[in-house]
């Protein structure tokens, strides 16, 4: 089902508006993403050198390709804001190198910020904070083409039109303030605005966490009839993994500033090929009142990122460590020959094959039911 | 007085429940309560309305969106809303006594004693320069009238009881040096400082990491048998309240609209918003296929609609909905619904 989607993009751009920006075509990721670092330094010695720091992002590599959804699941501290914000460059990261459709960003040759930002746009959590409580809704939306050259005639009645596709009526809502709105109408504003650059790629950080839970069922709908309708591609951060499981054609766990697993969602979920996988599965609250969850997967919380444990990131909450486990970090690594390019299914694990042959005991079906 | 006390717990714990002194069978009756916010220029009415009973040793949950009125009716329970501000009607009664006729010092001997609450963000429950042990043990020391010492020796105990690893070295804590989980634990801990026969829960896990809020669950549901609890637990999470709860009480615009057993409201909801929010759960096998969301949005509370307050967003709805509240309609021995279609 899933290929056929993919295909089904590849199919489509043809007709898409957007087409003619596509420079190196279906094939080519739009988002290709290498060693990606950012540490926070929170100490320094007398001479300036960091004595300690928050390894937020440690190394990530990833690729968004064309047309899908990567969805990005991970406890608080993973690093999958930071990630974003990394992407965006609302932080600069330390290191690394991010490649927008084959250009690389912010470099020489390469593209601009300001055209990667219009290309890329984001949505954060918290609706009410993203959106400045002075503009109303129709001048917010308009804010962004306007910047970007367009006048002010066309960029309100490209707002207006937004708003319209968003499921908002714009003589209803154009002139409304953030604060009369509520949270699921607000998450559309910001949905709307995000999208009057006509951008490429869209992160979503957490853009459904807020809501309410009917509410949000209305946000993740349209958040699929837009992908349909503008042909885009989206990252989706969030914690909730049903949520993560219904909108992603691919997913990425990530641990510690890591990349623990990657893979096709489907294959991810039936056969998590990572202990630190598995067990944010089987920590989700069960919905068979006959089979309530007895043993929590995990002791303890999640470690902080600034000391970091020798060898695996996981080792000392993991329960099917080894001696090797604590001596020598796994790389992210291919799990079988069958798939290939992008679409394999990866994990950073010494144990990864046993892992999956425990999933042959179906967790997940206790737990997705 | 107070030594036994503290071995009395040490020893039996389930005893803790016998020794109290009301006779009654149920822990809590609510009849009616209503709860209106005033403020210049503003009416909310937050609860409307609610009917409600708990068991001795039973766990309900409370089920809602914001703005439901759940938090608020917790709150009635304890007595916690700004008392100028707030309007309740109604009839509140714990462990036998009225709750809303309660004076001040029967207040503070009610809240710890009778009934304690656990909140979702642990890290404001605490003040943040003292040292977490102390805080507990004053707790202790206030309402037990015992020694610091002895508070602190209870502060340990509760600890451990709450399986905080290195316990004695964590009394020595301050709130900030605890991760989220941990000072979760260290709420709860405070809460049961006073063994308490009735704890209020509000979205205690909602803050947490999953693989945190999992075990934060399985160490309410064993301290709830261990101690013999009453518990009520608030959350917008119906997998949570599946993991946590004997009966489930579904909250919209500030009514009560199903109660039932576990069972009956996860596998046979009856109360249309219930309904909904059941298929609007996300998950894996929905792939590809829209997900059948509850059109529109909650009402504003400080106009609530005349008839049911669901019915602006209920494909069942008629112009009955429109003007009258439904009454309950029992539909089993535990299990009842608000809503004329039924």
């Keep these: 089902m899933n290929a056929e989607r993919i295909s089904a993009h590849a199919s489509m751009p043809s007709k898409q508006p957007l087409d003619r920006r596509d420079r190196g075509g279906q094939a080519q990721p739009l988002l290709s993403v290498r060693s990606l670092r950012k540490h926070f330094v929170i100490k320094k010695d007398f001479f300036g050198r960091p004595v300690s720091q928050v390894h937020a992002v440690d190394g990530v590599d990833f690729d968004v390709l064309k047309g899908e959804t990567l969805g990005i699941v991970g406890e608080s501290g993973c690093g999958k804001s930071t990630t974003a914000r990394l992407l965006m460059q609302l932080l600069k990261p330390d290191a690394g190198e991010v490649i927008f459709d084959g250009d690389p960003v912010g470099k020489p040759g390469g593209l601009s910020l300001r055209e990667m930002r219009r290309q890329v746009q984001m949505v954060f959590q918290n609706s009410y904070a993203s959106l400045n409580p002075r503009m109303s809704v129709e001048e917010s939306i308009a804010f962004g083409p306007q910047v970007h050259g367009l006048g002010k005639k066309e960029a309100n009645a490209r707002a207006r039109k937004l708003l319209d596709q968003v499921g908002l009526l714009p003589n209803q809502f154009a002139s409304r303030y953030p604060h009369e709105l509520s949270g699921g109408q607000r998450q559309r504003i910001n949905i709307a605005r995000a999208l009057a650059l006509e951008p490429r790629l869209l992160i979503l950080d957490e853009a459904v966490s807020a809501l309410d839970k009917s509410v949000e069922a209305q946000v993740l709908n349209l958040l699929v009839d837009l992908k349909q309708e503008y042909g885009l591609t989206y990252l989706f951060i969030s914690h909730d993994l049903n949520v993560v499981r219904y909108i992603s054609d691919r997913v990425m766990v990530m641990y510690l500033g890591r990349v623990a697993e990657m893979g096709e969602s489907e294959s991810l979920y039936n056969a998590p090929a990572h202990p630190y996988t598995r067990a944010l599965m089987s920590a989700m609250p069960s919905m068979d009142p006959d089979n309530r969850t007895q043993t929590a997967p995990l002791v303890g919380d999640p470690p902080n990122p600034i000391d970091l444990p020798p060898g695996c990131r996981f080792c000392p909450r993991c329960s099917m460590a080894v001696d090797k486990c604590s001596v020598q970090e796994p790389e992210l690594a291919s799990l079988n020959d069958q798939q290939v390019g992008s ?27 | 007085m107070t030594a036994p006390c503290v071995t009395a717990h040490q020893s039996s714990p389930e005893q803790v429940p016998l020794d109290a002194s009301s006779t009654a069978e149920q822990m809590v009756d609510v009849q009616n309560l209503k709860v209106h916010f005033r403020s210049p220029g503003r009416f909310v009415q937050a609860v409307n309305g609610v009917d409600l009973t708990l068991a001795k040793g039973e766990v309900l949950t409370i089920l809602g969106e914001s703005g439901s009125g759940k938090s608020v009716t917790l709150r009635a329970l304890m007595r916690l809303l700004p008392e100028r501000r707030t309007q309740i009607h109604g009839h509140i009664k714990v462990a036998g006594q009225d709750v809303l006729a309660m004076s001040r010092r029967e207040l503070s001997r009610y809240r710890g004693f009778t009934t304690s609450m656990i909140f979702q963000e642990p890290m404001l429950a605490f003040d943040p320069v003292f040292r977490i042990g102390d805080q507990i043990a004053e707790t202790v020391c206030r309402h037990e009238g015992v020694s610091h010492r002895e508070g602190l020796a209870r502060a340990l105990e509760l600890f451990e009881l709450v399986r905080i690893p290195s316990a004695k070295r964590r009394l020595s804590n301050y709130p900030h040096e605890l991760s989220g989980g941990m000072s979760q634990r ?157």
């Design chain 1, 343 to 369: 679409r394999q299914h990866q994990s950073a694990c010494w144990r990864a094959a046993d892992v999956q042959a425990l999933a042959a005991t179906p967790i997940s079906e206790e737990v997705l039911s």
């Design chain 2, 186 to 342: 260290a709420m709860i801990a405070l809460a049961l400082s006073c063994r308490p026969r009735l704890l209020l829960a509000d979205e205690p896990t909602t803050a947490l990491d999953a693989t945190v809020q999992i075990q934060i669950l399985l160490l309410l549901r064993e301290l709830q048998r261990e101690l013999g609890m009453s518990v009520i637990f608030v959350t917008h999470d119906m997998g949570v309240a599946n993991e946590i709860s004997d009966r489930i009480a579904v909250m919209y615009a500030g009514r009560v609209v199903e109660t039932g057993s576990v069972d009956e409201i996860i596998r046979a909801p009856r109360h249309p918003y219930t309904v909904g929010l059941m298929q609007s759960r996300a998950s894996g096998e929905l792939k590809g296929e829209r997900l059948s969301a509850i059109p529109g949005s909650p009402p504003d509370m400080a106009f609530p609609p005349q008839g049911c307050a669901f019915a602006p967003r209920c494909s069942l709805a008629t112009d009955e909905c429109q003007q009258e509240v439904p009454p309950a309609k029992v539909l089993g021995q535990q299990h009842w619904a608000a809503c004329w279609k039924l």
